[in-house]
């Protein structure tokens, strides 16, 4: 298989291209081939016996999708994307990387399907930014999308045009609507939604954190391992079930930070709690009020995708894959 | 107020310029100023005392939403698109119609803005085929968009970008998912829908007509007057109720075709309905099994949009609009 990573310089992009090299398999399948595309320099993965191409592209460049789909890869994995707070203050960017990027993307491989009847599949990363607040308590799999960010408005639009392509049989595409990620590796970020992984990553190293919300906020978590599995799963299973409902709401951890804390005193004990700095930030409070809290998922999880299912296994997954198994003495 | 129609040339596009032209008023507000565009000429409308300018532009074409917009109108009613099925047929027609017709209007509101702080009223005539099959028996207002249509497809991603440049401030829009219009006056016509107004709107005048499907078929519908209504409502009314959820489902009225016969029996007789011909069509019976049946439209309802709570009303409405009030002999 030749594997595409649009956005291979980013977090999930890096760990996706890593676990591929590593494992040598997407699935049942033998990885011959990785191109690694970012608008920032990608890094070449460690043990990869295949054929690897890196380059450095802008995907809503003039020519650069085709560039890409001229090497006509297997799987697409469109992961590119200017983030939230970016794409809000940034209007015309994120209108130009998160959809012109993408129909870009998808027109390019429109060209090549009329050319020679390719049609790869795509995994396009979506958000649960497509939902916007009220919401219940519970979101169920047919709950409508009304975004409260551009980016999320951009996501949504993503979604719509990789399923319209998919039904006029130009590509085989998903969209998987990632939960937050949690624990996010590497440092702390001025994210809204940075504190989620700060107050465990950070004490678990023996660091400061700040946590500017109330211990009974709610919200959606998985980890980077759990995203992988889910980026391999729609890479490689059989999309005839999903009709044309292309869009899944994916499986997640709903937990209050409260319980977050919780796990983590389990883990590493009173000292590592006690490196959690309460100060209340109303303007983030805001932000948060308006996330959703839980999904329902039950469509993604009958086919397959699953993650974890307590704060616990997520700390431990994080241990495993960033500290080398070893939680550090503080 | 200066009101734009783009897509004058439509069917709801002249009824809504007649209506504006005849009254003079658009809700509370005198109507000074009309700018009636299409890509097909647009004809004047009778017993206008205002200002009537009239245009014959491509939306998509480079500069024409600009030229649109340098005339600052209070009210857009953007009402242009390529339909369903030459949407579905022609790809690149629809999508520069339908999508890049519609954000180049938008983006033109925004280059205003950026100027002068322009901040019109925008009308974004939708539709129900954003949504596709299978679907609830009573579809909710808060049912996911999953369209089955290319044309369904332009029309949601059009929901969105109103919705984000409105939040954005940039405009004070709000998409309106219109119901099947019935009875459409004009001649029958090939789309797959035609038949709910043929055979109607045919048998009214002596003519026979063609019923492709069974007397169960359910299908949601409201008149061209009662569409011309909630244009007009959606056009001046306060839009703060509606948040930054401002795409409404709209009330109709559900009903099968049986119950449509019934009401043209009741109304115009046993040689009325005689004319039709029952010719079943597997393939548009294919189609019209995706179509939604119902909807609740309780938030569009609380607002103060009405339909048509009978077929009879509807074919009434037809004898007064169309035929002077006067059913033919037949």
Redesign the interface.
């Known amino acids: 298989m030749h594997i595409l990573i649009i956005g291979a310089a980013g977090m999930l992009g890096r760990k996706c291209a890593a676990h591929l090299a590593t494992t040598g398999m997407i699935g049942p399948s033998p990885v011959n081939s990785l191109t690694l595309v970012d608008s920032i320099p990608p890094v070449a993965p460690a043990g990869f016996s295949g054929s690897l191409a890196i380059h450095t592209l802008d995907i809503s460049a003039p020519g650069a999708a085709a560039r890409c789909i001229a090497m006509r890869p297997d799987i697409v994995m469109h992961l590119a994307a200017v983030v939230s707070g970016e794409a809000e203050r940034d209007?015309d960017k994120g209108y130009r990387i998160n959809l012109d990027g993408t129909r870009l993307l998808f027109e390019a491989i429109?060209a090549e399907h009329a050319r020679t009847h390719y049609i790869p599949r795509v995994v396009f990363a979506s958000s649960i930014a497509v939902f916007?607040a009220p919401f219940p308590p519970v979101i169920g799999d047919?709950?409508?999308?009304?975004?409260?960010t551009?980016y999320g408005?951009q996501k949504?639009?993503g979604e719509?045009?990789l399923?319209?392509y998919s039904?006029?049989g130009i590509m085989d595409g998903i969209a998987i609507r990632l939960p937050t990620i949690c624990i996010r590796p590497g440092a702390p970020n001025a994210a809204a939604s940075g504190f989620f992984s700060n107050i465990l990553r950070e004490p678990l190293i023996g660091r400061e954190a700040v946590l500017p919300v109330d211990d009974s906020v709610r919200h959606y978590h998985a980890s980077p391992r759990a995203a992988i599995g889910f980026m391999i799963r729609a890479a490689t299973m059989d999309l005839t079930p999903l009709g044309?409902?292309r869009?899944l709401n994916l499986p997640g951890l709903s937990a209050t930070v409260g319980e977050q804390i919780a796990a983590l005193r389990r883990i590493a004990g009173d000292r590592a709690v006690a490196l959690i700095r309460r100060e209340p930030d109303p303007a983030i409070a805001r932000i948060v009020a308006g996330w959703p809290g839980d999904f329902e998922a039950g469509r993604a999880r009958a086919l397959g995708f699953a993650a974890e299912t307590s704060f616990d296994e997520i700390i431990h997954a994080h241990i495993e894959d960033e500290l080398g198994g070893i939680l550090p003495a503080i």
């Open positions: 209007f429109r916007g047919e709950f409508f999308t009304t975004p409260l551009s408005t949504a639009i719509l045009l399923t319209d039904r006029h044309w409902r869009t």
